[in-house]
């Protein structure tokens, strides 16, 4: 089994950075997704942002070009880097992996974007 533990979430005022990571408690195999959901109150669990093994990495249109997703196989971990954040960003993250038809979940970090 995989266990993820997210961390880095925080408060920011809007125009702030944050850095999430994601750490596994194990290595997974070959062909894994990695990928940030988002949950705001009320609202639908959302991709957003995803890297595969190879690198090859998909965001979701309301944060390209102010998040940046990378994986460190070294240290089993997974990072997100928010920049010029907004209060809509504002909601739980959550860190995902797919691999050999499993999929892991961690159990969130609260991110909250002020004014």
């Known amino acids: 089994q995989v266990q993820l533990v997210e961390s880095g979430g925080g408060l920011v005022q809007a125009g702030g950075s944050l850095r999430l990571s994601c750490a596994a408690s194990a290595s997974v195999s070959i062909g894994s997704i990695w990928g940030w959901y988002r949950q705001a109150p009320g609202k639908q669990r959302e991709l957003v942002a995803s890297i595969t093994r190879g690198d090859a990495t998909n965001y979701a249109d309301s944060v390209k070009g102010r998040f940046t997703i990378s994986r460190d196989n070294a240290r089993l971990a997974m990072d997100l880097q928010m920049n010029s954040l907004k209060p809509e960003d504002t909601g739980a993250y959550y860190c995902?992996?797919?691999?050999?038809?499993?999929?892991?979940w961690g159990r969130g970090t609260q991110v909250t974007v002020s004014s």
């Open positions: 995902n992996v797919k691999y050999g038809g499993f999929t892991s």
